[in-house]
């Protein structure tokens, strides 16, 4: 995930000869300076704090988290007409749920069974609902009016969502979002330019990436800088 969003991030101003639909981009900005905010000082420190801890606990983290999405991703597969990929997906839940001790350790894509990520946002694209405009969500970062509306039912399959006791709901997201933050830090020094349109361009190319699962986002660039990262 970490390559991906890397190759992505130093893509961007380079991927786009379209203008992106923004129509809202004044009040995006203001929302954009509000998030800025917000992680300079408050969930920036605390990453990089996060950060300087054991690799083992913070891989320990990354595959919880990694093995709650599973089930929002195995329904998403059966919606967008893959069968195969939701029994793996959903069979990599139970085996690192049972054997991998709650997800903590990554057993499944070590027996075979690899990762796919899938949400609600990448169905309606599949389905040919249109993105709609882009839109900067105040403390929730970068999205679309499709991604707004798909947000219920994403939500609705969260394994967390269902827990009863909200201060662990809320530990959990929390969690989450640091554990998220903490594997941005490695690549944010490379965004330069304006930083809103760095960010917006990066988000449309990631995201047309996850939906057409890698396969059909054609790009020189992308190809050098995958060779590249992978030696």
Known sequence: MLRILLILFLSA???FAEEINDPFE??????FEFNESMDKYFLKP???????APKPIKKGVTNIFNNLEEIETSVNQVLQGKPKLAINDFSRFII?????????FDVATKMGLLRHEEDFDQTLALWGVPSGPY???PALGPSSLRDVLARPFSTFLSVTFH???ADVNIALKSIDALETRERLLEIESLIYGDRYDFVKDSYVQYLDYEINDGVNVEDEFLDDM??????
């Open 96 to 104: 690192n749920t049972t054997i991998g001790i709650g997800g903590l």
């Open 26 to 31: 004044e009040l995006n900005r203001i929302s």
């Open 46 to 52: 605390i990453a990089v704090t996060y950060s300087k």
């Open 226 to 231: 995958d060779d590249l990262l992978i030696e």
């Open 163 to 165: 827990m009863t006791e």
């Open 135 to 137: 839109i900067m969500l």
């Open 13 to 15: 101003p380079f991927v």
